[in-house]
Nanobody, 121 residues
Framework: QGRLVESGGDLVQPGGSLRLSCVAS?????????MAWWRQAPGHERELIAD???????RYEESVKGRFTISRDNAKQTVYLQMDNLKPEDTAIYYC??????????????WGQGTQVTVSS
C-alpha cells in the first residue's frame, strides 16, 4: 500500500515563508501519479490549491498564484510546496495527494496525514 508523509508545517508570521514536503514510500506510485496539495481550514471544505503532473505541468488555485510554487523531485520521490508571502487566510491543514489529475476529487487516491500551517502574528 502506498504511503505519503508530509512535513514542514509550522507557525509563521504574515509575510513569511514555509516549504512543505511530501515523501512517497513507493517509487512506482510516485512516478506514475500526478501529485496535489490540498488544504482544509476549520469549518471549510477541503480545497485543491496546486497540482503537478508526472510530466511536470502545474496548476494553481487563484488565491495562491504568484505566492506558492509546487515542484517534484522524482529521484527523491518528493513533492514540495514553497509558500511565500503567507497570509492568515492560508492557515489550514495541508494534505498531499497522489492520483491522476482528472480524478482529483478530495477523496480518492493516496493521502498523507496532513501538516498544520498557522499564519499569525
Amino acid at each position: 500500500q502506498g504511503r505519503l508523509v508530509e512535513s514542514g508545517g509550522d507557525l509563521v508570521q504574515p509575510g513569511g515563508s514555509l516549504r512543505l514536503s511530501c515523501v512517497a514510500s513507493d517509487e512506482i506510485l510516485f512516478r506514475i501519479h500526478d501529485m496535489a496539495w490540498w488544504r482544509q481550514a476549520p469549518g471549510h471544505e477541503r480545497e485543491l490549491i496546486a497540482d503537478i503532473t508526472h510530466e511536470y505541468d502545474t496548476r494553481y488555485e487563484e488565491s495562491v498564484k504568484g505566492r506558492f510554487t509546487i515542484s517534484r523531485d522524482n529521484a527523491k520521490q518528493t513533492v514540495y510546496l514553497q509558500m511565500d508571502n503567507l497570509k492568515p487566510e492560508d492557515t489550514a491543514i495541508y494534505y498531499c495527494n497522489a492520483n491522476l489529475r482528472e480524478l482529483f476529487d478530495g477523496r480518492g487516491g493516496y493521502w498523507g496525514q496532513g501538516t498544520q500551517v498557522t499564519v499569525s502574528s
